[in-house]
């Protein structure tokens, strides 16, 4: 890039940091009907835009078959009329949550009379930069909203007309409510550049949340002078012990994989037990062949399930976001666990059995955002937990884990009441 390229880029985000900051002080101080009221209209505008919305969405994806872009990363790409009635429902639920900003909690009496407790109040300006699903412009933008924050939205290059389209239903729902359209800017620049300065804006940007391929956390987590709730990739395993349900595996199993490749909650490692293996196995065999879904697996696995390919160690360690699936034996309850925790990448884990004691130990030692029983891992979603949408699923252990909705975009200070209390 040539320096007046750059220095282009460079003023153009300085302009947006600093609008973002303004504005996320009004926000931070407007009250919880205007905000519902914001999110209300957006929802609105996105259903009264949806054929324009549609025909947008459909240039991405041309665009993108264009590319060479994966069946997975088209299937991440498309909106339909479900996902805009998707996106728009997610707001209303959005609106619908309590709102905790200013909340008060632990307020307690001090021996020197004083009170002391926490109130949640909005992180700042939240930088968001994710790749593929458009359906993030809007979640996103209504969470941060709801939690009082500012934010700066930068899709990826492959969904720019989708966006942008989005990001002008969200401006219009923005100033019917009297909020500065400012709260929520789309960067509508695809040069790379803009990710850099974003990421390094400490005196505009509080915090930021990447969403994409293992090569965009990395980079950004490596480069990003702003702190950062990160996202890795999500390597999720389903076990099938000795003692699980075999119709209840086999539904869970299928349904983990199958239902989406492309999301960060499919599983991409069958764990199952040596004494079910042979009964359950095979029926899995058909059912995923059936769905197109390639399979490796251990030697173990190969002698129950003929013409699957081998895995190899990188097997283990990969999230496909695809049609492939790997498949281990293991000896028992202990050994999945340390497969997980071996390979796994802490995002979400689940055990298929009947025995309440394993299930506990399961949930106890498996280190991950989360950790289910007798569920498909494709449950791991903000609005499967009733979070109306989420950011994103956070990997970390610190400021948030697992799906990060409303609250996982605030933090908390002290405040102190007293009567006129001095120290002694």
Known sequence: MNAEVHADVQAYMQDVGRRARAAARVLGRADTNAKNRALLAIAEQLEQALPRLLEENEKDLAAGRANGLTPALLDRLALGEKGVRGMAQGLREIAAQPDPIGEITGLKFRPSGIQVGRMRVPLGV????????????????GLCLKAGNACILRGGSEAIRSNQAIAVCIRAGLEAAGLPFDAVQVIDTT?????????????????????????????????????????????????????????KAIRVA???????????????????????????????????????????????????????????????????????LAIRVVDDLDAAI????????????????????????????????????????QFADGGEYGLGAEIGISTDKLHARGPVGVEGLTTQKYVVLGEGSCRA
């Open 126 to 141: 939240i930088g968001i930069i994710y790749e593929s699903r458009p359906n993030v412009t809007a979640d996103a933008a």
């Open 191 to 247: 040069d790379r550049a803009a990710v850099g300065e974003l990421i390094r804006m400490r005196e505009y940007v509080d915090v930021i949340v990447p969403r994409g391929g293992k090569g965009l956390i990395a980079r950004i987590a490596d480069e990003a002078r702003v702190p950062v709730i990160k996202h890795l990739d999500g390597i999720c395993h389903v076990y099938i012990d000795e003692r699980a349900d075999p119709g």
């Open 254 to 324: 299928v349904n983990a994989k199958c239902r989406r490749f492309g999301i960060c909650g499919a599983m991409e490692t069958l764990l199952v037990h040596e004494a079910v293996a042979p009964y359950v196995l095979p029926q899995l065999g058909e059912l995923y062949r059936a769905a197109g879904v390639e399979l490796r697996g251990c030697e173990r696995t190969r002698q129950l399930l003929p013409g699957c390919a081998i895995a190899t160690e990188d097997d283990w360690r990969t999230e496909y976001l695809d049609a492939i």
């Open 338 to 377: 340390e497969h997980i925790e071996t390979y796994g990448s802490h995002h979400t884990d689940s055990i298929i059995t009947e025995d309440l004691t394993r299930a506990r130990r399961f949930l106890r030692e498996v280190d991950s955002a989360s950790v289910m029983v007798n569920a498909s891992t």
